[in-house]
């Protein structure tokens, strides 16, 4: 499976719901269901495990990346991600890696390549 990074440093293609989507297995959907209710304290069902991933223009989403400011902004701007931005790292991009220091970690890496 080819690497996705999304504009803000998550590897989506290491989500277990991206993976699931893109081989259609329905018995993963509904591990990860089961796993990330219990890890977020939320009530998700394996028919909510669908996503293609951050760069795909007309996929699926999930939860928040729907709604996302920072992918508006990465498509609006055409970056690749936010690391060859210049307005790296914007205050939406900090205040989003303060939950997600992997993510900023990734793009850290991506800039001095
Ligand atoms: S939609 Fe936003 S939060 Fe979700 S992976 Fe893309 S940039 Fe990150
Ligand atoms: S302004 Fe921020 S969110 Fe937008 S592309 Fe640049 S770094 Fe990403």
């Known amino acids: 499976m080819e ?23 329905d018995e993963a959907r509904e591990e990860v269901a089961k796993l990330w209710s219990k890890q977020f304290g939320i009530d998700m069902k394996p028919q909510d495990a669908y ?13 928040h990346c729907r709604v996302c400011g920072i992918r508006a902004c990465g498509m609006e701007r055409k970056v690749e991600t936010c690391a060859a931005c210049n307005d790296f790292a914007c205050e939406k991009l900090q205040a989003f890696h303060k939950m997600a ?3 900023r970690k990734m793009l850290e890496k991506m800039r001095v390549r």
Do not use: W
Not at 3 to 25: H, L, N, R, W
Not at 54 to 61: D, K, Q
């Open 51 to 63: 996503c293609d991933g951050c760069l795909r223009t007309n996929g699926r989403l999930i939860g």
């Open 3 to 25: 690497e996705m990074i999304a504009y803000c440093g998550i590897i989506c293609s290491k989500c277990p719901v991206f993976k699931a989507t893109q081989a259609d297995d």
């Open 101 to 103: 220091p992997h993510a």
